[in-house]
């Protein structure tokens, strides 16, 4: 008998062989990261990270003397290749347990995959997989997803949505929704006490509102059950992980709420501390601080969610309350209030995943309209206490730093130049802000565009992927339709060839590598891997 | 390579390398030749103490690999190691196994089993398909889904994958079986084997592997028949060889003469594996000595030949070098020299003595005739210069070079297309000629994608924002959902009789699914004074004689599970009351809209209500809903939200929208935000002397004008068409399918994209009839309405007749010609007896028993469809 071998797909098998290469490099690069640039002296050789030879390569140059100085690696770290590029899935690609438009996904993936992208992003959401009841979990249409990109060769990054989407639409749990029926303080609320449904009031974090469990645990079962699920992908093919955090999924207070308009000017946000649990909170601060009568409500004088923020006085530029004592008071409080939320949910995740070989983010707005105001009030509402003389988002990136987490700011398609005047927006600023407060605390960067998308968009993303705000990935929203239109997609092919080409546009880079600049991905993650063996 | 492959393995069937020998009877070649180099590793640091060569201080260690193993560091204390890199090395190496093929009888005794297993490691997919008796031609079709085992992924429409299981968890052999029933008409199974992890595709003799399930059939070389022996599947590889136990199965199935006959049989399969290798440079350099001495070791088996120069600068010109050299070293065309590694029982090594002022050593691996190992496509480069500068080649990828040059073009090139960069290397032709396919299949997958997506999604906020910077193609508005919408409606006058409407319903969702519909209309939900669902009363209550509401929404859902989007057919005019007032009219409501009197429209007598004026017609059977009343307004939007989060409405069939004002409809419209709305305006097209008048203008123009109040939010049915095409078929008068500008007659030659056209409905056909379209003419009709603009539906009692598969055809010539709404269309025929139109210059049309054939124009027409009195054709460019 004889039997033949066709090598019909020998171009698969080759990218196949690269592929298998970044992969470890990568894990590689966790493992350095987190092993050898904290603690160089301590080199673990136990960790569950290696895998196959190169991970043992490595292993054996890392106990060998240090053969490159440390400087030339941080500086070699600043090219553009360094930041690989995943375009998201549309986010109803799942529901109900079956996947969406098989084909077009499966036609999606092997296009990005031809055109080098690193990977896709895949939205999972509470909604859908913990649908029924709670602890009950169906996983099968994501690990179909999971299946297929593993197949086209390709990396996931999985967000998990403890979220609700307006459009299309994927509500929270329906055991949730109706456990809110009756307990509707499991949800923020404005102050004219309308619930937002989009996800829980950070202020039940602890509280057994959910058939007698906190939402904290049913986030750790529900983490625990994907990362089971999931186990042959993650490490592999999973090699980032977006933690849920809140509205959108994330960190923030839902102080804007109903649909943003791109052509009129968007209102300050409303505070969102009336449900009676935040409120409850708010009084023990208060009375904490000596000040009961502080902890009654939040700021009287504060604008309603549409409404300008010179529509009252809290926010005004000079003399409002804003700056006054109570305001500080307030800020304060609601913004850590925040920023604890994010904590416990990024410590969650890190430990449920802190023997998996992935990364965990989360991700932070980018809530850049009246910027150019003093006190920033879309900023405030949104639970970030950051104005023109406080510099409120090195707590943030401090939190994520303590917890190793990598934060994601959507809006990098943003620029100043279009935005509405009136509003006083500005992306760019607020990016380079949030940007420095990471840089400082050494939190990577991972960027996405703004779902309500932006004129010169592309352009704008690979300016700020070319900056220092962007160092670990770039996620593009989304595919779809639109995304593969005989208009759009194009450009994006366009947009990414040109990303690699960083020498036509130096002026925008900060180094030059002399002359052997990584052409492609995967020559830069050989350099990369070589920063690390010199760890 | 592949052709090398297999002449290697005919000749050598059993031997590919030693080891792999001995590891084929143990059925698991892979493992130890896998890409883990640990043991290699392990063995060369043991082995470092025999290490003697020409070296006078003896001990000499490469490189310790793991952590545990510390010593050896104290042998360096007599020379300085001055450069040490590890190049991984991936070589392509063939392993040998064994694939098994059985066939046998279930033990229930009527089913059959195919196995086929593989003995090789990997991650192994059966691509496969059958063929069925009376077949001709070599194409497959796809298994019925009853033998699909678990796992089974379709493959276009004629074939599926399924992966390789293993029975046990260590264990490195894989199967697949597949059941089957004798019985059916198969003739045969037709597979090949794709490892995923390599991507290879392994087929027998140049073919597919084909099973045949039927024993009269000729063998046609490629099938792999019965043999009458019937092999027992070997439950321990020792059995292997072995195994043959003679026996006879015949299945005795109901089945006359299809006797099949179960059999086992084994086929080599050879395997090529990326083999991850190493080879490691030392440098080192002893106290006083002149020279310095370098170690190249390297673990791939085999005879390694190494290729060698050095060269004194930065241009890395090839010298050859003063001796001394290693043994076993030959000068090759006075360019460069070539060494013998010598073995170490586990890779081989060489030890090379050369002056410290040379630049650097370069070198390439030879392992045969046909096989290099370079670095990156360059030359391995070892500076000597730097044993001061511990630089070099700090890349650490090499590549097997040997057949791979294309494949590697093309992986250079996918990185250069994604790059743009020209690299040092120079493009060559053929790699360009890569990079172009790549690129055409980057957009052809682009497209594939694209077409799905847009069929079947509504778009997004960010979807319609995106298109700010680049033109939207499709405008999803509720009126049209994305333009391309089939609609099917999902029910018939008697549909409530059986009280299971939503269960019956779901049972048929894949097949209206896979006939092309993209949209389905769901009767009326509410609880209703008539069975129908016509006479609402509480609105909140979704128990009716179609289902519960947890039937309703088990339908949705799976509705939804196949893509189609559902339309709630809402009865917002009129409600039915719950209560009498004092007057004993039946005007007060009850349930969770307990409104009373004033959400009557007050011009009604019969239900005196206290509400205003009616906004529209009235509607007599029961009392009008007054919609400018505040509370009424936000009452029904609010249901109507409920509505879509509750039940996953996508979109609404307003009833009887004639009743009030169309404004009001935009209100809920905007609130309730539904992919697809659709209302139903009906009145009278104008006759004359009861024949009806070419003219039906003012017709259409009061379903536009509703339209228009709408703010075109909702499409509207296209009466007009109905009644034209009534006419125009009854009585042979195809010229009322034009009108006075040349268009279409009815709404549809008006606004296109509102125009919801339909033949027949629940009130017009069904066993309502109270206006029935001709009959014996329904195709003509559905080849109008499928073909031309505006969104075609399909009555239920239509697809579920003999005109099924005709409709079918039409919706699926519609879907591929991407006919939408707002294709144009033109009108070429209007007379007594045919009607012709193009329609976006891709389809062309005819209906009536008339003459036509579209004219040889810039397209070619091919006759794709032809049924009593219409046919279609599309153009082939």
Same mark, same amino acid.
């Given at each position: 008998?004889?039997?033949?071998?066709?090598?019909?797909?020998?171009?698969?098998?080759?990218?196949?062989?690269?592929?298998?290469?970044?992969?470890?490099?990568?894990?590689?690069?966790?493992?350095?990261?987190?092993?050898?640039?904290?603690?160089?002296?301590?080199?673990?050789?136990?960790?569950?990270?290696?895998?196959?030879?190169?991970?043992?390569?490595?292993?054996?140059?890392?106990?060998?003397?240090?053969?490159?100085?440390?400087?030339?690696?941080?500086?070699?770290?600043?090219?553009?290749?360094?930041?690989?590029?995943?375009?998201?899935?549309?986010?109803?690609?799942?529901?109900?347990?079956?996947? #969406?438009? /098989?084909?077009?996904?499966? @036609? %999606?993936?092997?296009?990005?995959?031809? *055109?080098? $992208?690193?990977?896709? !992003? =895949?939205?999972?959401?509470?909604?859908?997989?913990?649908?029924?009841?709670?602890?009950?979990?169906?996983?099968?249409?994501?690990?179909?997803?999971?299946?297929?990109?593993?197949?086209?060769?390709?990396?996931?990054?999985?967000?998990?949505?403890?979220?609700?989407?307006?459009?299309?639409?994927?509500?929270?749990?329906?055991?949730?929704?109706?456990?809110?029926?009756?307990?509707? #303080?499991? /949800?923020?609320?404005?102050? @004219? %006490?309308?619930?937002?449904?989009?996800? *829980?009031? $950070?202020?039940?974090? !602890? =509280?057994?509102?959910?058939?007698?469990?906190?939402?904290?645990?049913?986030?750790?079962?529900?983490?625990?059950?994907?990362?089971?699920?999931?186990?042959?992908?993650?490490?592999?093919?999973?090699?980032?992980?977006?933690?849920?955090?809140?509205?959108?999924?994330?960190?923030?207070?839902?102080?804007?709420?109903?649909?943003?308009?791109?052509?009129?000017?968007?209102?300050?946000?409303?505070?969102?501390?009336?449900?009676?649990?935040?409120?409850?909170?708010?009084?023990?601060?208060?009375?904490?601080?000596?000040?009961?009568?502080?902890?009654?409500?939040?700021?009287?004088?504060?604008?309603?969610?549409?409404?300008?923020?010179?529509?009252?006085?809290?926010?005004?530029?000079?003399?409002?309350?804003?700056?006054?004592?109570?305001?500080?008071?307030?800020?304060?409080?609601?913004?850590?209030?925040?920023?604890?939320?994010?904590?416990?949910?990024?410590?969650?995740?890190?430990?449920?995943?802190?023997?998996?070989?992935?990364?965990?983010?989360?991700?932070?707005?980018?809530?850049?309209?009246?910027?150019?105001?003093?006190?920033?009030?879309?900023?405030?509402?949104?639970?970030?206490?950051?104005?023109?003389?406080?510099?409120?988002?090195?707590?943030?990136?401090?939190?994520?730093?303590?917890?190793?987490?990598?934060?994601?700011?959507?809006?990098?398609?943003?620029?100043?130049?279009?935005?509405?005047?009136?509003?006083?927006?500005?992306?760019?600023?607020?990016?380079?802000?949030?940007?420095?407060?990471?840089?400082?605390?050494?939190?990577?960067?991972?960027?996405?565009?703004?779902?309500?998308?932006?004129?010169?968009?592309?352009?704008?993303?690979?300016?700020?992927?070319?900056?220092?705000?962007?160092?670990?990935?770039?996620?593009?929203?989304?595919?779809?339709?639109?995304?593969?239109?005989?208009?759009?997609?194009?450009?994006?092919?366009?947009?990414?060839?040109?990303?690699?080409?960083?020498?036509?546009?130096?002026?925008?880079?900060?180094?030059?590598?002399?002359?052997?600049?990584?052409?492609?991905?995967?020559?830069?993650?050989?350099?990369?891997?070589?920063?690390?063996?010199?760890? | 390579?592949?052709?090398?492959?297999?002449?290697?393995?005919?000749?050598?069937?059993?031997?590919?390398?030693?080891?792999?020998?001995?590891?084929?009877?143990?059925?698991?070649?892979?493992?130890?030749?896998?890409?883990?180099?640990?043991?290699?590793?392990?063995?060369?640091?043991?082995?470092?103490?025999?290490?003697?060569?020409?070296?006078?201080?003896?001990?000499?260690?490469?490189?310790?690999?793991?952590?545990?193993?510390?010593?050896?560091?104290?042998?360096?204390?007599?020379?300085?190691?001055?450069?040490?890199?590890?190049?991984?090395?991936?070589?392509?190496?063939?392993?040998?196994?064994?694939?098994?093929?059985?066939?046998?009888?279930?033990?229930?005794?009527?089913?059959?089993?195919?196995?086929?297993?593989?003995?090789?490691?990997?991650?192994?997919?059966?691509?496969?398909?059958?063929?069925?008796?009376?077949?001709?031609?070599?194409?497959?079709?796809?298994?019925?889904?009853?033998?699909?085992?678990?796992?089974?992924?379709?493959?276009?429409?004629?074939?599926?994958?399924?992966?390789?299981?293993?029975?046990?968890?260590?264990?490195?052999?894989?199967?697949?079986?597949?059941?089957?029933?004798?019985?059916?008409?198969?003739?045969?199974?037709?597979?090949?084997?794709?490892?995923?992890?390599?991507?290879?595709?392994?087929?027998?003799?140049?073919?597919?592997?084909?099973?045949?399930?039927?024993?009269?059939?000729?063998?046609?070389?490629?099938?792999?028949?019965?043999?009458?022996?019937?092999?027992?599947?070997?439950?321990?590889?020792?059995?292997?060889?072995?195994?043959?136990?003679?026996?006879?199965?015949?299945?005795?199935?109901?089945?006359?003469?299809?006797?099949?006959?179960?059999?086992?049989?084994?086929?080599?399969?050879?395997?090529?594996?990326?083999?991850?290798?190493?080879?490691?440079?030392?440098?080192?350099?002893?106290?006083?000595?002149?020279?310095?001495?370098?170690?190249?070791?390297?673990?791939?088996?085999?005879?390694?030949?190494?290729?060698?120069?050095?060269?004194?600068?930065?241009?890395?010109?090839?010298?050859?070098?003063?001796?001394?050299?290693?043994?076993?070293?030959?000068?090759?065309?006075?360019?460069?020299?070539?060494?013998?590694?010598?073995?170490?029982?586990?890779?081989?090594?060489?030890?090379?003595?050369?002056?410290?002022?040379?630049?650097?050593?370069?070198?390439?691996?030879?392992?045969?005739?046909?096989?290099?190992?370079?670095?990156?496509?360059?030359?391995?480069?070892?500076?000597?210069?730097?044993?001061?500068?511990?630089?070099?080649?700090?890349?650490?990828?090499?590549?097997?070079?040997?057949?791979?040059?294309?494949?590697?073009?093309?992986?250079?090139?996918?990185?250069?297309?994604?790059?743009?960069?020209?690299?040092?290397?120079?493009?060559?032709?053929?790699?360009?000629?890569?990079?172009?396919?790549?690129?055409?299949?980057?957009?052809?997958?682009?497209?594939?994608?694209?077409?799905?997506?847009?069929?079947?999604?509504?778009?997004?906020?960010?979807?319609?924002?995106?298109?700010?910077?680049?033109?939207?193609?499709?405008?999803?508005?509720?009126?049209?959902?994305?333009?391309?919408?089939?609609?099917?409606?999902?029910?018939?006058?008697?549909?409530?009789?059986?009280?299971?409407?939503?269960?019956?319903?779901?049972?048929?969702?894949?097949?209206?699914?896979?006939?092309?519909?993209?949209?389905?209309?769901?009767?009326?939900?509410?609880?209703?004074?008539?069975?129908?669902?016509?006479?609402?009363?509480?609105?909140?209550?979704?128990?009716?004689?179609?289902?519960?509401?947890?039937?309703?929404?088990?339908?949705?859902?799976?509705?939804?599970?196949?893509?189609?989007?559902?339309?709630?057919?809402?009865?917002?005019?009129?409600?039915?009351?719950?209560?009498?007032?004092?007057?004993?009219?039946?005007?007060?409501?009850?349930?969770?809209?307990?409104?009373?009197?004033?959400?009557?429209?007050?011009?009604?007598?019969?239900?005196?209500?206290?509400?205003?004026?009616?906004?529209?017609?009235?509607?007599?059977?029961?009392?009008?809903?007054?919609?400018?009343?505040?509370?009424?307004?936000?009452?029904?939007?609010?249901?109507?939200?409920?509505?879509?989060?509750?039940?996953?409405?996508?979109?609404?069939?307003?009833?009887?929208?004639?009743?009030?004002?169309?404004?009001?409809?935009?209100?809920?419209?905007?609130?309730?935000?539904?992919?697809?709305?659709?209302?139903?305006?009906?009145?009278?097209?104008?006759?004359?002397?009861?024949?009806?008048?070419?003219?039906?203008?003012?017709?259409?123009?009061?379903?536009?004008?509703?339209?228009?109040?709408?703010?075109?939010?909702?499409?509207?049915?296209?009466?007009?068409?109905?009644?034209?095409?009534?006419?125009?078929?009854?009585?042979?008068?195809?010229?009322?399918?034009?009108?006075?500008?040349?268009?279409?007659?009815?709404?549809?030659?008006?606004?296109?994209?509102?125009?919801?056209?339909?033949?027949?409905?629940?009130?017009?056909?069904?066993?309502?009839?109270?206006?029935?379209?001709?009959?014996?003419?329904?195709?003509?009709?559905?080849?109008?309405?499928?073909?031309?603009?505006?969104?075609?539906?399909?009555?239920?009692?239509?697809?579920?007749?003999?005109?099924?598969?005709?409709?079918?055809?039409?919706?699926?010539?519609?879907?591929?010609?991407?006919?939408?709404?707002?294709?144009?269309?033109?009108?070429?025929?209007?007379?007594?007896?045919?009607?012709?139109?193009?329609?976006?210059?891709?389809?062309?049309?005819?209906?009536?028993?008339?003459?036509?054939?579209?004219?040889?124009?810039?397209?070619?027409?091919?006759?794709?469809?032809?049924?009593?009195?219409?046919?279609?054709?599309?153009?082939?460019?």
């Amino acid at each position: 008998m004889e039997v033949s071998v066709i090598r019909s797909c020998s171009q698969a098998t080759n990218l196949k062989t690269e592929l298998g290469f970044k992969d470890s490099r990568f894990s590689f690069g966790k493992f350095n990261e987190k092993l050898f640039f904290r603690k160089p002296n301590s080199v673990s050789f136990q960790s569950p990270l290696r895998r196959g030879k190169s991970g043992l390569r490595i292993t054996a140059q890392a106990a060998q003397s240090d053969p490159l100085p440390k400087s030339k690696s941080s500086t070699k770290s600043k090219t553009l290749n360094r930041v690989r590029l995943f375009a998201g899935l549309p986010l109803d690609v799942v529901s109900g347990g079956t996947v #969406n438009q /098989f084909r077009a996904i499966s @036609a %999606g993936l092997k296009a990005l995959k031809l *055109l080098g $992208l690193e990977g896709v !992003e =895949l939205p999972i959401w509470w909604g859908v997989v913990e649908h029924e009841s709670m602890g009950k979990y169906d996983w099968s249409g994501y690990l179909t997803i999971a299946e297929m990109v593993r197949k086209a060769g390709l990396k996931l990054h999985v967000t998990l949505c403890f979220h609700a989407s307006s459009q299309p639409k994927i509500p929270l749990p329906e055991w949730v929704l109706d456990i809110g029926k009756t307990k509707s #303080n499991i /949800f923020f609320k404005d102050r @004219a %006490g309308k619930p937002y449904r989009g996800c *829980l009031s $950070l202020a039940v974090d !602890e =509280l057994a509102v959910l058939n007698g469990k906190t939402p904290m645990q049913v986030y750790q079962d529900f983490c625990e059950s994907f990362k089971s699920a999931f186990s042959a992908f993650i490490g592999s093919t999973i090699m980032g992980i977006t933690m849920g955090l809140g509205p959108d999924g994330e960190l923030r207070y839902p102080s804007h709420r109903g649909f943003a308009k791109s052509d009129t000017v968007p209102g300050a946000g409303e505070f969102q501390c009336y449900d009676k649990n935040m409120l409850h909170l708010l009084k023990q601060h208060a009375e904490a601080c000596g000040k009961p009568k502080w902890g009654l409500g939040g700021p009287h004088d504060a604008p309603a969610n549409s409404e300008l923020p010179t529509a009252n006085t809290f926010f005004k530029d000079h003399g409002g309350s804003w700056e006054s004592p109570y305001g500080d008071f307030f800020l304060s409080w609601y913004s850590s209030q925040l920023i604890a939320h994010g904590d416990r949910l990024l410590s969650l995740a890190s430990s449920v995943f802190s023997d998996s070989a992935v990364n965990i983010f989360g991700k932070v707005p980018l809530m850049h309209s009246w910027h150019g105001t003093r006190s920033h009030p879309s900023e405030l509402t949104a639970g970030f206490y950051n104005t023109a003389t406080r510099k409120g988002y090195e707590e943030v990136a401090e939190m994520f730093a303590r917890n190793s987490c990598k934060i994601i700011l959507p809006g990098m398609d943003q620029s100043d130049k279009y935005q509405l005047k009136e509003s006083l927006s500005s992306p760019e600023s607020l990016l380079a802000e949030i940007g420095t407060a990471c840089n400082k605390h050494g939190v990577g960067i991972s960027g996405q565009n703004s779902t309500v998308g932006a004129p010169d968009g592309l352009k704008q993303i690979k300016k700020n992927m070319l900056s220092e705000n962007l160092n670990d990935s770039f996620i593009f929203q989304r595919i779809g339709a639109q995304f593969f239109a005989p208009e759009h997609f194009p450009l994006f092919i366009e947009f990414v060839r040109k990303l690699n080409q960083p020498e036509l546009h130096s002026g925008n880079l900060p180094t030059k590598e002399g002359t052997t600049t990584a052409t492609d991905s995967v020559h830069t993650r050989s350099n990369l891997s070589i920063h690390m063996q010199s760890a | 390579m592949a052709t090398l492959a297999v002449g290697s393995l005919l000749q050598n069937p059993r031997l590919s390398s030693p080891r792999g020998q001995k590891l084929l009877l143990n059925l698991k070649p892979l493992r130890s030749l896998d890409l883990d180099c640990s043991p290699h590793r392990k063995l060369l640091c043991s082995r470092g103490a025999c290490f003697s060569n020409s070296n006078p201080c003896g001990k000499f260690y490469i490189v310790k690999a793991s952590s545990t193993d510390t010593a050896p560091i104290d042998t360096f204390s007599s020379a300085d190691i001055l450069y040490e890199q590890t190049f991984p090395v991936n070589r392509i190496e063939k392993v040998e196994g064994k694939l098994l093929i059985r066939l046998d009888q279930s033990k229930d005794q009527l089913n059959w089993r195919l196995t086929i297993g593989c003995s090789l490691s990997g991650k192994w997919i059966l691509h496969w398909g059958v063929s069925y008796v009376g077949d001709t031609g070599s194409e497959w079709d796809q298994p019925p889904q009853d033998m699909w085992p678990h796992g089974s992924i379709p493959i276009k429409d004629y074939a599926i994958e399924t992966p390789f299981k293993k029975p046990s968890k260590d264990d490195t052999f894989h199967e697949v079986k597949i059941d089957f029933n004798p019985s059916s008409a198969i003739e045969a199974i037709h597979f090949i084997l794709k490892d995923e992890e390599t991507g290879a595709s392994y087929q027998h003799k140049g073919r597919d592997f084909r099973v045949s399930l039927v024993n009269y059939l000729e063998d046609d070389g490629n099938m792999i028949h019965a043999k009458s022996s019937f092999g027992k599947w070997p439950d321990a590889v020792e059995q292997l060889p072995n195994m043959v136990l003679k026996a006879e199965a015949s299945c005795d199935s109901k089945n006359e003469n299809r006797r099949l006959e179960g059999f086992y049989e084994e086929q080599p399969i050879v395997k090529e594996v990326s083999v991850g290798n190493m080879v490691n440079v030392a440098i080192r350099k002893f106290p006083d000595a002149a020279n310095i001495v370098l170690h190249l070791e390297t673990d791939i088996p085999g005879d390694v030949v190494v290729h060698w120069g050095v060269c004194r600068d930065d241009a890395k010109t090839w010298e050859i070098p003063a001796v001394p050299y290693p043994p076993e070293t030959t000068v090759f065309r006075n360019k460069a020299l070539r060494t013998l590694l010598q073995p170490t029982g586990n890779g081989s090594r060489a030890l090379f003595t050369l002056d410290e002022k040379l630049d650097g050593f370069l070198f390439v691996l030879k392992l045969d005739a046909n096989s290099w190992v370079n670095f990156q496509g360059n030359d391995f480069y070892i500076p000597l210069s730097s044993a001061r500068s511990v630089k070099g080649q700090s890349d650490s990828e090499s590549e097997e070079t040997s057949g791979k040059a294309h494949t590697d073009g093309i992986i250079n090139e996918i990185r250069n297309l994604v790059s743009g960069l020209n690299s040092e290397k120079s493009l060559q032709t053929k790699v360009k000629e890569a990079k172009e396919s790549i690129l055409n299949e980057i957009e052809k997958l682009a497209a594939e994608a694209y077409s799905i997506f847009r069929s079947s999604t509504p778009s997004y906020p960010e979807e319609d924002s995106d298109a700010d910077d680049a033109e939207p193609t499709i405008n999803i508005s509720s009126g049209t959902g994305s333009g391309f919408e089939i609609l099917c409606q999902g029910f018939n006058w008697e549909s409530n009789k059986s009280g299971r409407w939503y269960m019956e319903l779901k049972e048929k969702a894949s097949e209206i699914s896979s006939l092309g519909f993209t949209v389905i209309w769901l009767p009326p939900p509410t609880e209703s004074v008539s069975s129908e669902g016509y006479m609402p009363k509480d609105l909140y209550n979704l128990n009716s004689r179609y289902g519960t509401i947890d039937e309703l929404k088990d339908l949705v859902k799976s509705l939804h599970g196949v893509g189609l989007k559902v339309l709630g057919d809402v009865v917002l005019n009129h409600r039915c009351a719950h209560y009498q007032n004092q007057n004993g009219v039946w005007n007060i409501f009850g349930g969770r809209l307990n409104w009373d009197d004033r959400a009557v429209v007050g011009d009604d007598p019969h239900f005196q209500g206290r509400g205003n004026k009616s906004s529209g017609d009235n509607f007599h059977a029961a009392p009008n809903i007054d919609h400018s009343q505040d509370f009424v307004r936000k009452d029904l939007i609010e249901w109507l939200c409920w509505l879509r989060e509750e039940i996953g409405y996508d979109g609404w069939r307003l009833d009887f929208v004639r009743g009030f004002w169309g404004g009001y409809v935009k209100d809920y419209l905007d609130a309730s935000e539904p992919y697809f709305a659709v209302g139903e305006y009906w009145d009278s097209l104008s006759y004359t002397y009861g024949e009806m008048d070419h003219n039906q203008d003012a017709h259409r123009q009061r379903i536009v004008d509703w339209i228009n109040a709408t703010n075109g939010t909702a499409g509207a049915f296209d009466v007009t068409s109905k009644g034209i095409l009534h006419s125009a078929l009854e009585r042979r008068e195809y010229w009322r399918l034009l009108d006075q500008k040349g268009k279409p007659p009815g709404v549809v030659g008006w606004w296109p994209s509102r125009a919801v056209t339909f033949i027949e409905n629940h009130d017009t056909g069904s066993t309502q009839g109270h206006w029935r379209f001709p009959g014996g003419k329904e195709m003509q009709g559905y080849a109008y309405i499928l073909t031309h603009p505006g969104t075609p539906a399909v009555f239920y009692d239509h697809i579920v007749s003999h005109h099924r598969s005709e409709i079918g055809a039409l919706i699926s010539l519609r879907n591929r010609n991407k006919i939408h709404c707002r294709s144009i269309v033109e009108i070429v025929k209007a007379e007594r007896d045919v009607y012709a139109a193009t329609i976006d210059d891709r389809v062309a049309v005819k209906i009536g028993p008339g003459y036509y054939e579209p004219p040889s124009g810039p397209q070619r027409w091919s006759l794709a469809l032809e049924g009593y009195d219409y046919k279609v054709w599309e153009a082939s460019s």
